[in-house]
């Protein structure tokens, strides 16, 4: 059996601080999240500024110009490709950006400028161009455009260097200790940080499961990664990183291939150890049809009756704040737009952390079929267009002839049944259907196989 580790992050909501003012300390915390925004685009800039000041942008633009001269010669006259002379981040180009960095702001802590350094060169060497095969930092440098830049507060970075979790066995509650800035002392005294001892909120039958993954990073069997702080839509959250030990895959046959399909009348089958047949069509009519012969499926999701309840409950509130609004008097009215569409944003926002946890259920819950089957391999049929539009978890809960904006995200179901599937060891393809093939009226997509 192969093994692998797994990187998780667990989203905490902070209740409060317990050595200090709260509401003091998130005006800080917004202050620290606005400069590390300027800490990560003077970053950019100085390694572009070095890398300019180095010629290296010439180097690259002379690379470039050969490497694709040489991809345009046929392979019987190519001779030996050369590799790119200039590196994205060279161990000088560190030093001096990193000694720049923590000149430029003195009030940061430094653990959280090396993070911010470290994350950067990750994300530079990795980020793709667009409608490009080289890489983008060296369109950047060659002064093709991309120079990426942040326009708003970016999440304070810590790890167990500067940060620290605690158990107050006493109260039964959890802190946070966290060191995020620097306070110069004077008289040659080295600088001192503020300590915000974080109060988490995990209390309550909900959270258990946060507690117990809370209790196996302090204990040492999940090892803490770098994590942040950061501001989201209704208050400040530690986003904490932690990596799991190695497992055990299990044993899983390639030749069993189960195939999932959103139905019509529940919300998805799961057809195990059944044989799919594509029988083509004619012109211009759409993909080939598709049959899965043999067996029967599972049925999960149950029968989806929590779908079409919530989605009815939702529906009926927005139309009733709606006409309530509607007939409203004028000082009712007379508080802006802002005001009149914020409770029907929590509406939007409650459908759509649904979806994603009863997506985040059955792909869980097909993984966990396919490792009892023994099956490695799943196929997922993806519905697009009006096909999309005609299964039970589009449908259900939906009055009829009236229009609303209570979709399915199918896509979002494939991203978290590739990534299940990837931890599990489980081929995964996905199969679009429903899409307008090409050369269709229309602006669809042919079908196809994307892994």
């Given at each position: 059996?192969?093994?692998?580790?797994?990187?998780?992050?667990?989203?905490?909501?902070?209740?409060?601080?317990?050595?200090?003012?709260?509401?003091?300390?998130?005006?800080?915390?917004?202050?620290?999240?606005?400069?590390?925004?300027?800490?990560?685009?003077?970053?950019?800039?100085?390694?572009?500024?070095?890398?300019?000041?180095?010629?290296?942008?010439?180097?690259?633009?002379?690379?470039?110009?050969?490497?694709?001269?040489?991809?345009?010669?046929?392979?019987?006259?190519?001779?030996?490709?050369?590799?790119?002379?200039?590196?994205?981040?060279?161990?000088?180009?560190?030093?001096?950006?990193?000694?720049?960095?923590?000149?430029?702001?003195?009030?940061?802590?430094?653990?959280?400028?090396?993070?911010?350094?470290?994350?950067?060169?990750?994300?530079?060497?990795?980020?793709?161009?667009?409608?490009?095969?080289?890489?983008?930092?060296?369109?950047?440098?060659?002064?093709?455009?991309?120079?990426?830049?942040?326009?708003?507060?970016?999440?304070?970075?810590?790890?167990?260097?500067?940060?620290?979790?605690?158990?107050?066995?006493?109260?039964?509650?959890?802190?946070?200790?966290?060191?995020?800035?620097?306070?110069?002392?004077?008289?040659?005294?080295?600088?001192?940080?503020?300590?915000?001892?974080?109060?988490?909120?995990?209390?309550?039958?909900?959270?258990?499961?946060?507690?117990?993954?809370?209790?196996?990073?302090?204990?040492?069997?999940?090892?803490?990664?770098?994590?942040?702080?950061?501001?989201?839509?209704?208050?400040?959250?530690?986003?904490?990183?932690?990596?799991?030990?190695?497992?055990?895959?299990?044993?899983?046959?390639?030749?069993?291939?189960?195939?999932?399909?959103?139905?019509?009348?529940?919300?998805?089958?799961?057809?195990?150890?059944?044989?799919?047949?594509?029988?083509?069509?004619?012109q211009n009519t759409g993909g080939p049809l598709t049959l899965l012969v043999g067996g029967f499926p599972l049925?999960?999701?149950?029968?989806?009756?929590?779908?079409?309840?919530?989605?009815?409950?939702?529906?009926?509130?927005?139309?009733?704040?709606?006409?309530?609004?509607?007939?409203?008097?004028?000082?009712?009215?007379?508080?802006?737009?802002?005001?009149?569409?914020?409770?029907?944003?929590?509406?939007?926002?409650?459908?759509?952390?649904?979806?994603?946890?009863?997506?985040?259920?059955?792909?869980?819950?097909?993984?966990?079929?396919?490792?009892?089957?023994?099956?490695?391999?799943?196929?997922?049929?993806?519905?697009?267009?009006?096909?999309?539009?005609?299964?039970?978890?589009?449908?259900?809960?939906?009055?009829?002839?009236?229009?609303?904006?209570?979709?399915?995200?199918?896509?979002?179901?494939?991203?978290?049944?590739?990534?299940?599937?990837?931890?599990?060891?489980?081929?995964?393809?996905?199969?679009?259907?429903?899409?307008?093939?090409?050369?269709?009226?229309?602006?669809?997509?042919?079908?196809?196989?994307?892994?």
């Amino acid at each position: 059996m192969s093994e692998t580790k797994t990187v998780k992050i667990e989203r905490i909501k902070v209740a409060g601080v317990e050595n200090g003012d709260f509401a003091e300390a998130r005006q800080r915390w917004m202050h620290l999240a606005d400069t590390m925004r300027r800490v990560t685009n003077d970053l950019r800039m100085l390694w572009f500024s070095e890398h300019f000041a180095a010629s290296n942008h010439i180097a690259v633009r002379n690379w470039m110009r050969a490497d694709t001269t040489w991809a345009q010669t046929p392979k019987g006259e190519r001779g030996k490709r050369q590799y790119c002379p200039v590196r994205c981040w060279p161990a000088e180009i560190v030093k001096t950006v990193y000694a720049k960095l923590r000149h430029l702001h003195p009030f940061v802590h430094t653990r959280c400028v090396t993070l911010a350094l470290n994350t950067e060169q990750k994300s530079m060497k990795t980020a793709k161009a667009k409608r490009s095969a080289y890489p983008r930092w060296m369109k950047t440098l060659a002064g093709d455009g991309e120079f990426p830049s942040s326009s708003g507060p970016l999440p304070i970075l810590f790890d167990k260097k500067n940060g620290r979790l605690n158990y107050r066995e006493k109260e039964n509650f959890w802190t946070f200790r966290l060191y995020i800035d620097r306070l110069p002392s004077g008289n040659g005294k080295p600088a001192k940080s503020t300590e915000d001892v974080l109060r988490l909120k995990t209390g309550g039958r909900r959270l258990r499961k946060l507690r117990n993954t809370l209790e196996l990073i302090a204990a040492g069997a999940w090892e803490f990664k770098g994590s942040r702080l950061a501001y989201q839509r209704d208050g400040w959250y530690l986003l904490l990183c932690y990596q799991m030990p190695s497992q055990e895959k299990p044993q899983l046959d390639r030749d069993k291939t189960a195939y999932l399909s959103p139905a019509v009348d529940r919300p998805v089958h799961l057809w195990v150890d059944t044989k799919h047949i594509e029988v083509p069509r004619k012109q211009n009519t759409g993909g080939p049809l598709t049959l899965l012969v043999g067996g029967f499926p599972l049925y999960l999701g149950r029968h989806g009756r929590d779908v079409e309840h919530l989605r009815r409950s939702l529906l009926v509130q927005r139309w009733a704040r709606q006409e309530s609004y509607r007939y409203a008097s004028s000082a009712r009215k007379g508080h802006g737009s802002k005001k009149a569409v914020e409770k029907l944003k929590k509406l939007s926002l409650r459908w759509r952390d649904f979806v994603k946890g009863y997506n985040e259920r059955l792909a869980a819950d097909v993984v966990k079929q396919m490792v009892n089957s023994g099956t490695g391999r799943l196929v997922y049929f993806q519905p697009e267009g009006r096909r999309a539009e005609r299964r039970f978890l589009a449908t259900a809960g939906k009055v009829p002839e009236r229009r609303d904006s209570t979709g399915w995200d199918w896509f979002q179901l494939k991203t978290l049944l590739a990534r299940r599937c990837q931890e599990a060891g489980i081929a995964f393809v996905c199969h679009k259907l429903g899409a307008k093939p090409a050369g269709a009226k229309g602006n669809g997509r042919p079908s196809g196989e994307h892994r």
